[in-house]
């Protein structure tokens, strides 16, 4: 069918945006690694529009990469705060340990030689400026400084487990410098042995 | 070629709209003014024909809506569209169409031509040169989808025209992967680039990051907190497979670059001591470290040749972008100053874009010789985590500047930004991927 008209009109051309929603449901898939440890199954919508739907049979297979195994990693939701324990805090892009925060790192040393059958986790947090991969990179290195003084102050590194939450799980969701230092964190986590 | 003599005729805005006949006409015709540009080539794109089935669902207008876009996205055409289409095998019909549209101001025309047979689409597209007075057809060429991916046969017709133009494919037929959610709960999205379609490519619950494709456009690399611990995945999302664990050391597993030959992976593993970046050869398993650093090392961006790679070290104080080659040696700093982070090398290879933190984070690009920063955003809100299109034509990056994390894209020299995502949600950590297979 036309459409008629008598002149010729200046238009925006609307950018067609209209999402023609819908996700085919693929079956559960399987982890090639552990079972993971929340127990989750873990499914994989295809998106609409997806490359191998227009290739004819399918190209499943491939070269598996092995799986590189690690030492053993103790799981991470054993692990419960402990009120003897207290965060300590770094300043903007730093990840060595203020003196204050030393006093408080020397206080955990003191608790952590006195409970021998607790492991400890430490997780290192960063505030929300600075960019996603580099936090994830600089939350493991206050991790790390938090877990060396605590080493050197004779608390076992084999009881010890770090790790780094980036800028993903702050404490504190407000955009103020005042959120900001309490986000810039090592945060301690025990278990028993 | 086509795109000599079109751009070389291509004139200012000319006529403003004129009196026409409407008396045995096909189509009636306007032009999209948003472009602006005296150097664009203006197109006509009127509805698509539809040469066989039933268009229950308007298929043809909205067909030609979605290649209209994309080629409007290029910033290489001025889009001139009509209503209605133009009758199937008639030739006189057509070549009025033409005439009007030339009239309008037009440059070339695309007619496609939509057949639907069962659940398949076949969308032919036939290109004229209308500067010409005889608007003789220049190209043509099919392409078939299932119905259900009819926009794929639309980006294929744009990416097609483009071709014929630039000698390039476009990159209308392309995914862009990201990161959706709040903190502590992010889940990956895969849409299509212009935004449309986005469909879940994780479900598990925790935290999924910085999803990356490979040069084949047929998986990504993720990071994922799904067994506690940052550890780093691979997805196949079009196919039945179960993702692979590609690094689950104690520590960070972050950070994937994929080689330009996909046998490869860089990434960020810290199971040394600090944040060091390694090499992954896919088939092996065999892990190649290339820094030794006491600083942080990490966001290994390959150079298209796949002799480089750009990074983010601390080691001389605040963030900055360093280069090496393969091998880890020859290492040279590209930018001083920090904060400077998330390096992603052009698919030219001539530039690289980063991330600049002042007050708030802004994108920037630089030759690979360190030389020529510049801006590429401005004074609208936070501007990080850019990727480019597979053509180096365009980036995609996040942005706040509305109040919430959405997935822009632009030109790359900064011009043309428009958000992709219009949901309410946060959408971060943008990857567009090659051209699809």
Same mark, same amino acid.
């Given at each position: 069918m036309l459409t008629r008209c008598s002149h010729l009109a200046f238009s925006f051309l609307l950018v067609a945006a209209v999402a023609l929603s819908g996700c085919a449901k693929r079956p559960a898939t399987t982890q090639?690694?552990?079972?993971?440890p929340t127990g989750a199954a873990t499914s994989t919508a295809a998106p609409t529009g997806g490359p191998q739907q227009l290739q004819s049979g399918g190209a499943t297979g491939g070269t598996a990469t092995p799986a590189p195994t690690t030492t053993a990693r103790p799981a991470v939701q054993d692990f419960a705060a402990v009120a003897d324990l207290t965060d300590v805090y770094f300043d903007f892009d730093k990840y060595d340990i203020r003196p204050n925060d030393a006093k408080t790192l020397d206080a955990n040393a003191t608790w952590l030689k006195s409970n021998p059958n607790h492991l400890v986790l430490i997780e290192g947090h960063c505030d929300e400026r600075g960019t996603n991969e580099y936090n994830l990179a600089l939350g493991e290195r206050r991790a790390k400084s938090t877990m060396n003084y605590l080493v050197s102050q004779g608390v076992q590194a084999n009881r010890i487990t770090i790790i780094s939450y980036g800028e993903e799980r702050p404490q504190c969701t407000e955009h103020t410098e005042s959120c900001w230092a309490k986000n810039r964190r090592a945060h301690f986590l025990v278990k028993p042995r | 070629m086509v795109l000599v003599t079109f751009l070389a005729l291509? /004139?200012?805005?000319?006529?403003p709209a004129q009196q026409q006949q409407g /008396? #045995?006409?096909a189509t009636d015709v306007w032009m999209n003014v948003t472009g602006g540009g005296s150097k664009k080539l203006n197109i006509a794109v009127p509805e698509f024909t539809?040469?066989? #089935?039933?268009d229950s669902t308007g298929m043809g207008k909205v067909l030609a809506q979605v290649t209209g876009a994309d080629l409007t996205f290029s910033g290489l055409f001025s889009v001139v569209a009509g209503t209605g289409a133009i009758p199937a095998n008639n030739p006189a019909l057509l070549e009025q169409s033409w005439t009007e549209f030339a009239a309008a101001g037009a440059h070339a025309g695309l007619h496609g031509l939509l057949t639907m047979r069962g659940d398949r689409l076949e969308g032919e597209m036939r290109l004229y040169d209308l500067v010409t007075p005889e608007h003789r057809m220049i190209a043509s060429k099919k392409f078939e989808a299932p119905i259900g991916q009819a926009r794929r046969v639309a980006h294929k017709i744009a990416d097609e025209v483009v071709l014929q133009f630039t000698g390039e494919p476009g990159i209308a037929d392309t995914k862009i992967a990201y990161v959706t959610g709040p903190r502590g709960a992010k889940e990956i999205t895969i849409a299509d680039y212009d935004g449309a379609g986005p469909a879940s490519a994780t479900h598990n619950g925790s935290i999924n990051l910085t999803p990356v494709w490979s040069p084949d456009a047929r998986s990504l690399a993720y990071t994922s907190y799904k067994q506690g611990y940052p550890d780093l995945y691979r997805m196949f999302p079009f196919e039945r497979r179960p993702d692979q664990t590609l690094a689950a050391f104690i520590g960070i597993n972050t950070s994937p670059s994929f080689s330009p030959d996909g046998k490869s992976l860089a990434l960020t593993l810290s199971k040394d001591g600090n944040p060091e970046i390694y090499v992954l050869t896919l088939a092996t398993g065999t892990m190649r470290r290339l820094t030794r650093n006491a600083g942080i090392d990490t966001e290994p961006s390959w150079s298209p040749t796949g002799r480089q790679l750009a990074f983010v070290s601390d080691r001389n104080g605040a963030p900055n972008i360093f280069v090496m080659d393969a091998e880890g040696t020859s290492v040279r700093q590209l930018t001083s100053g920090g904060f400077h982070t998330q390096p992603r090398w052009s698919p030219k290879g001539d530039s690289l874009v980063y991330t600049v933190r002042q007050s708030v984070h802004d994108l920037w690009i630089v030759n690979v010789d360190g030389s020529n920063p510049r801006r590429l955003t401005n004074g609208a809100g936070n501007n990080q985590g850019a990727t480019w299109a597979p053509n180096g034509r365009h980036l995609a990056f996040q942005s706040n500047r509305n109040g919430r994390w959405q997935i822009f894209a632009m030109l790359a020299? #900064?011009? /043309?930004q428009e958000p992709i995502t219009r949901g309410p949600g946060e959408a971060t950590s943008p990857s567009w991927s090659p051209r699809l297979p």
């Open positions: 090639a690694a552990a079972p993971a | 291509a /004139a200012p805005w000319s006529s /008396a #045995g006409r539809i040469v066989s #089935g039933i020299d #900064g011009s /043309a």
